[in-house]
C-alpha cells in the first residue's frame, strides 16, 4: 500500500473535521468501488463526464441518459479518511486556469444558469446578470471575497486532497488520458458533453473580437447563430495579468506537471 500523504491536515492543529481546507478538498474525492480508487473532481473539468462514468462504474445509473442523477448525488461517493489512506490508485484532471475560467463565463454566466446567480448574490446584487461582461467577471471573481464563493471559478489546488496523485492528467490532452484511466480505475469513460451540453464543441469558434467587453445577450446571440467566441478572444493583456496574479498556484502547478505547451497563454 502507498503512502498517502493529505495535502491540507497538517496545515492547522484544528480537530481534522473543522479542518476547512481538507474538508472541502475530501468532499471533492470520490470513490471508484471496484479498483479502490480516488478521484478527485474540479469543475470545469471534465467532472461531469467523469461522474457519469463514476455514477456507472459504481452501479447507479445503468445509462448515461440518468446523467442528471449526478447533479443530485455530489456527495454520495465521497471518501472517508481511511478510503482516502488506503486508496490504491488516485488520479485528478487540470485545466489551463484561463481555459477553465473562460469556460466558466461562456456556460455558466452567459447562459444565466443558478451559478449566474449565485454570483449576483455573492456581490449582493449590485451588478446585474445582463451587465457581466467578461471583463467585470474575472474583475469580481478575482477580489479575494469572491475568489472561493463558487466551486466553478475556485483555484483548483484547493480541490486537491492529496500533496500528490498517482496521476495528473490534463484536459487539454484527455482524449490520450482515457485508456489510462479505464485501464487503472478499472472505469468506463463516458462522454457526457453531448448530455450536458456545457461543452464549447458544438459551436464554431471565432476569432473576430476582442469580447472581452461583449454583454451576455451579444454573446448569446453568436451562440444561436451556432457560434462562440473563442475562448482565448475573451482575453486582453490586463485580464491575461490579472488572472496570471490571481491563479499563479495554478499556472505553476500546470507548468510544472506539463510544462507550457498547452496553456492559452504560456
Known sequence: MKNRQLNYAAASYAYLPKNGPHQFAQAHALRIYRSNSVYSFIPKNACSTLRVSLAMANGCI????DFNWIHCNNDTFRADLASLI??????????????????????????????????????????????????????????????????HWQPQVDFLVYKDYDDYFNLETFASAQSVIETKAQIKIVDARHL?????????QVNNGPYADYLPDA????????????????????????????????????????GDKNLMFP
Not at 445503468?62 to 441518459?65: A, G, R, T, V, Y
Not at 444561436?224 to 493583456?237: E, I, S
Request: charged content about 25%; hydrophobic content about 40%; proline content about 4%.
Open 62 to 65: 445503468s445509462s448515461p441518459s
Open 86 to 151: 488506503q486508496a490504491e490508485y488516485t488520479f485528478v484532471i487540470l485545466r489551463c486556469p484561463f481555459a477553465r475560467l473562460a469556460s466558466a463565463y461562456l456556460d455558466k454566466i452567459v447562459d444565466t444558469t443558478g451559478v449566474a446567480w449565485e454570483l449576483y448574490d455573492a456581490v449582493q446584487r449590485t451588478i446585474e446578470n445582463e451587465e457581466m461582461s467578461f471583463r467585470l467577471f474575472i474583475n469580481t471573481i478575482t477580489k479575494p471575497h469572491i475568489l472561493r464563493s463558487n466551486i
Open 196 to 204: 450536458t451540453r456545457h461543452g464549447l464543441d458544438r459551436f464554431e
Open 219 to 258: 454573446i448569446r446571440t453568436l451562440k444561436k447563430a451556432g457560434q462562440a467566441p473563442n475562448p482565448a478572444a475573451l482575453y486582453d493583456d490586463e485580464l491575461i495579468a490579472k488572472v496570471s496574479k490571481t491563479f499563479k498556484k495554478d499556472i505553476a502547478l500546470y507548468k510544472s506537471l506539463f
